[in-house]
């Protein structure tokens, strides 16, 4: 097996947004906002390839959006994932799989694009099958009103209506392994419901892809929790058990969201979990 970080792009959010009740002279000392309160975001997702089969996990925000939408994100940088998947030797075609931690529009929005004479949607991965749950779907696809902006539909009915879509069964209990894929799942209801985050054993470690968990390393607190999130009361047991489970198991934190903290892990302190160490990707897996 091999793992390859694959950029999507950056971009920016309301830092209050991100952060929600807590102080911006807080949250602003981990992460720095611009004049327009607007803090970086990165979309960085993982590739793993394991013999014939190459595995994407999430696909970012995509570029078939009008420029209005993106004029909210104030996207930056050159990084996409065409650009990355080629510096790895791959194309979009070679993608077997495509796995979603959740649909949200930063999160799924390159699993679909514009067909050539741009009169509706087509899979972005033509060779790739689509990986949520059912009850992520069923939640996505029935959107409550406050979270209806982040589902779009052009992101996620073309999955399913070019028959590449497959669902993962949860079979009871937070944490199960997968006999689909090549890594165990976490599922957490906090941020929407059923998000799940994947745990990939690789080179005698356990690197967990952390999505909107724990966004940036800024988060790491109990109390920083986003506002963007359905059930934060629900986040803070959430994120408890899984930092203390980071900590105790050793395991490396990929960060999704994080535009300069990339990997990192925690450790136990007398005020609670903490940030230990920052990594690049390369200094931990080669």
């Not at 959006?65 to 979009?92: A, C, M, P, V």
Request: aromatic letters at 12%; proline letters at 4%; glycine letters at 8%.
């Amino acid at each position: 097996m091999k793992i390859y970080p694959i950029e999507a792009g950056n971009f920016k959010l309301d830092g209050g947004a991100m952060f929600g009740v807590v102080p911006k002279s807080i949250w602003n000392k981990t992460n720095p906002a611009d004049s327009n309160n607007m803090i970086d975001i990165a979309a960085t997702c993982l590739l793993i390839e394991d013999g014939d089969r190459l595995t994407l996990i999430d696909t970012g925000m995509g570029d078939k959006q009008n420029e209005k939408f993106f004029g909210y994100y104030y996207l930056w940088g050159d990084d996409s994932i065409d650009k990355s998947l080629k510096k790895h030797g791959f194309t979009r075609d070679d993608v077997t799989d495509v796995f979603m931690t959740h649909l949200h529009f930063d999160h799924c929005g390159g699993s679909i694009q514009w067909n050539k004479d741009r009169s509706g949607y087509e899979p972005a991965f033509k060779n790739a099958t689509f990986w949520s749950n059912k009850e992520h779907w069923q939640w996505a696809t029935q959107p409550n009103a406050r979270e209806k902006a982040s589902f779009l539909k052009e992101n996620i009915l073309p999955m399913e209506e070019s028959g590449q879509l497959k669902f993962i069964e949860r079979q009871g209990g937070a944490y199960q392994e997968n006999s689909e894929l090549d890594f165990g799942i976490l599922f957490v209801d906090g941020h929407t419901d059923k998000q799940m985050i994947p745990h990939i054993k690789y080179q005698g470690k356990t690197l967990v892809f952390t999505a909107d968990l724990l966004p940036t390393a800024g988060h790491i607190p109990l109390p920083f929790v986003m506002g963007y999130d359905t059930r934060p009361l629900l986040t803070l047991p959430e994120k408890k058990t899984f930092l203390e489970t980071a900590a105790k198991e050793d395991f490396y934190l990929f960060l999704e969201h994080d535009a300069h903290n990339k990997v990192i892990k925690v450790k136990q302190t007398e005020k609670g979990v903490r940030l230990d160490e920052v990594y690049t990707f390369n200094e931990i897996f080669n």
